[in-house]
């Protein structure tokens, strides 16, 4: 648990780490000011005990008569009223250190998870691709949550528990050795034997809560996602009776740990009153039963006992939270250490983007080509290019076509510069692609997907996607929905660039979803379109549509298109057939159906 203490405080910024600096200092303040208010009330003890000692030589006496008071009683009330006063500003003091522990473990929380976001962000699609969302979601949001209140809190409750106590047994030490040593090793001995008893137990319940915890967000990720078909199929009950299964056991596993966490103090309550007893019993012994001089160190001590207490409790609770819960932070800890060793990148490519000038596109003008490229995806063994060399000439229209499995994706992946060839090269006008010219060959590419992510927002927005709203060129937008044939969207809402679709606004076709697409990447002033069955899901008078808009930008620019439908890629200029990797045939529709067999399968001829 150390290690792990230990590693999550590698991971802060230097500044959280002056900060923590800064509240170790307030926190060795308030454990001081915790025991002056405990010592302060010893005189006033004494006193009450014995008002003779406010007569002769005696420190109190010396007090008594400076304080200029007549009577012993109004004395003893300046005492009272001043011993007070020190419990007050401890008291204050302990408020003001508590709010500051909370803020400063909310604030590294809430930073761990902008951290991770940014982190997952900036990965390159091969990391996405092996990845499902909602994994990425629960560690970002649930998983950092635990670790910031289960863990981070609780660790800097313990801290600040730990140098009180500790102080406070000093102190005692210096009063009476014996009673600090025995007092120590009875109470800390009952928590330590109670520790080891459930620790085990801690730590497998802690791994089942973050097992349901994951399956939880799959389930509601998976839920959501494909509710149409769960609707029709009427399976909502699988989804519903696994989600109930793991609520109970994320419920009864913090159930368990907070009871176990809870359940001690009963335990010590016993304890603590068998100390009293056999403490009276002790001191009645030293001091031979006289019990002025037992009610000062008997006040000191229950009063040390009484604020200390609570703290061994409190150290107690941490620990077992922290141990139940180390388990949060073990899912997410190799992304913590990753995103701290690439936060200076990310910070430098942050910078890049905000504050550098505009990227000029890189604008082909004869060809893009994909030279002998050979591609595997980590973990599999088969490659998924192998070999594979195709031409793609300016402002043609070229289609890759294959069965399942072929590797056009992959291949349009490598062409958009978000994956990188094992061999081989990506030509465009014969200079390769590589990550010093990469960011201005993707500023002149436009992608359009199968399926076109909708932002909550305005038309506007969605066409310059991801964009602050005071920097959208609004002619630009309307430059870019006129190409890409949705002007008439425009006309039918009243609203026009600001009619809000997406999620809650209003719905538009598949169509109009495409070609918003399209217009997407015709902001961008994109002189390269590729599209990845971007028609494949359209009805096919739609696709015929869209298609035509496509043919449009024939001559003008350059557009490379994946389709399953043979009859989408009719009109393009050079069809690359693909099996296994590599291209098995080209040419034109034409001249493939006349001479390929497979084509001709494939196009139902
Ligand atoms: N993220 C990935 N991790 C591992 N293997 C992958 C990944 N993506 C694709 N592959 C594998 O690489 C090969 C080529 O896949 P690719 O998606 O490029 O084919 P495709 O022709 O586009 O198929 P489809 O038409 O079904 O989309 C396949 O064998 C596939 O299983």
């Known amino acids: 648990m150390l290690k792990?203490?230990?590693?999550?405080?590698?991971?802060?910024?230097?500044?959280?780490?002056?900060?923590?600096?800064?509240?170790?200092i307030l926190i060795i303040g308030m454990a001081l000011a915790q025991i002056a208010g405990v010592v302060a009330i010893g005189p006033f003890m004494a006193v009450v005990g014995d008002m003779s000692k406010l007569q002769g030589d005696g420190w109190l006496a010396m007090a008594y008569s400076a304080s200029g008071l007549q009577s012993p009683r109004a004395f003893l009330s300046l005492l009272g009223a001043m011993v007070l006063g020190v419990l007050l500003m401890a008291a204050l003091?302990?408020?003001?250190?508590?709010?500051?522990?909370?803020?400063y473990s909310a604030r590294v929380g809430a930073e761990l998870s902008s951290r991770l976001y940014r982190y997952y962000l900036y990965q390159p699609w091969l990391f996405h691709s092996n990845y499902n969302t909602s994994g990425l979601t629960a560690k970002v949001s649930a998983e950092v949550q635990r670790v910031t209140i289960?863990?981070?809190?609780?660790?800097?409750?313990?801290?600040?528990?730990?140098?009180?106590?500790?102080?406070?047994?000093?102190?005692?030490?210096?009063?009476?050795?014996?009673?600090?040593?025995?007092?120590?090793?009875?109470?800390?001995?009952?928590?330590?034997?109670?520790?080891?008893?459930?620790?085990?137990?801690?730590?497998?319940?802690?791994?089942?809560?973050?097992?349901a915890q994951s399956k939880r967000f799959k389930l509601m990720s998976e839920g959501f996602g494909g509710i149409k078909d769960l609707l029709l199929l009427h399976r909502q009950e699988n989804f519903t009776s696994r989600f109930d299964d793991a609520c109970n056991s994320i419920a009864r596993g913090e159930g368990v740990t907070q009871g176990l966490s809870d359940a001690p103090r009963y335990a010590i309550e016993l304890v603590a009153f068998g100390s009293v007893i056999v403490l009276v019993l002790y001191l009645l012994n030293l001091y031979?039963?006289?019990?002025?001089?037992?009610?000062?160190?008997?006040?000191?001590?229950?009063?040390?006992?009484?604020?200390?207490?609570?703290?061994?409790?409190k150290i107690y609770t941490s620990l077992t939270k922290i141990r139940g819960n180390l388990a949060a932070y073990n899912v997410i800890r190799d992304d913590l250490i990753a995103s701290r060793d690439e936060s200076k990148n990310s910070a430098v490519a942050v910078s890049d983007?905000?504050?550098?000038?505009?990227?000029?596109?890189?604008?082909?003008?004869?060809?893009?080509?994909?030279?002998?490229?050979?591609?595997?995806?980590?973990?599999?063994?088969?490659?998924?290019?192998?070999?594979?060399?195709?031409?793609?000439?300016?402002?043609?229209?070229?289609a890759i076509v294959g069965s399942s499995g072929s590797g056009k994706s992959t291949a349009i992946d490598l062409l958009l510069g978000l994956i990188e060839p094992r061999q081989g090269h990506v030509l465009i006008d014969g200079v390769p692609l590589t990550q010093e010219n990469i960011r201005q060959w993707q500023a002149g590419v436009g992608f359009v997907p199968q399926q076109i992510f909708?932002?909550?927002?305005?038309?506007?927005?969605?066409?310059?996607f991801a964009i602050e709203r005071k920097d959208i060129d609004v002619e630009r937008v309307k430059e870019a929905l006129r190409m890409a044939q949705l002007d008439d969207l425009l006309d039918r809402f009243p609203e026009g660039?600001?009619?809000?679709?997406?999620?809650?606004?209003?719905?538009?076709?598949?169509?109009?979803?495409?070609?918003?697409?399209?217009?997407?990447?015709?902001?961008?002033?994109a002189k390269v379109l590729v599209f990845d069955e971007a028609t494949s899901a359209l009805d096919g008078i739609t696709e015929r549509r869209v298609m035509e808009d496509i043919k449009h930008f024939s001559g003008q620019m350059t557009v490379v298109m994946i389709a399953h439908r043979l009859a989408t890629v009719k009109d393009c200029d050079i069809i690359y057939m693909l099996e296994g990797g590599r291209v098995t045939d080209a040419g034109t529709y034409d001249e493939l159906a006349s001479r390929n067999h497979t084509f001709q399968m494939m196009a139902n001829l």
């Open 4 to 24: 792990q203490l230990r590693e999550l405080y590698s991971l802060l910024t230097k500044q959280q780490r002056r900060q923590l600096l800064r509240l170790q």
């Open 93 to 103: 003091l302990s408020i003001y250190t508590s709010w500051r522990l909370a803020l």
């Open 150 to 211: 289960k863990i981070i809190n609780p660790a800097m409750e313990l801290n600040a528990k730990l140098v009180m106590v500790s102080l406070m047994t000093l102190a005692i030490f210096l009063y009476n050795p014996l009673v600090a040593i025995v007092g120590v090793v009875v109470f800390f001995g009952t928590y330590l034997l109670l520790y080891q008893t459930v620790r085990r137990f801690l730590i497998s319940n802690g791994k089942r809560i973050s097992k």
């Open 288 to 313: 031979d039963g006289n019990l002025g001089a037992i009610l000062p160190a008997l006040s000191i001590y229950a009063l040390a006992g009484f604020k200390m207490l609570p703290g061994f409790q």
């Open 353 to 398: 983007t905000q504050t550098s000038a505009p990227i000029t596109p890189w604008v082909p003008q004869q060809d893009i080509k994909l030279e002998d490229v050979v591609f595997d995806y980590p973990g599999t063994r088969a490659l998924a290019l192998d070999g594979l060399t195709l031409t793609i000439p300016v402002n043609k229209m070229v």
């Open 454 to 464: 909708l932002s909550d927002a305005s038309i506007l927005e969605n066409v310059a």
């Open 497 to 525: 660039l600001e009619t809000h679709i997406g999620e809650r606004g209003v719905q538009i076709s598949g169509g109009q979803r495409q070609r918003l697409g399209i217009a997407r990447a015709l902001y961008q002033h």
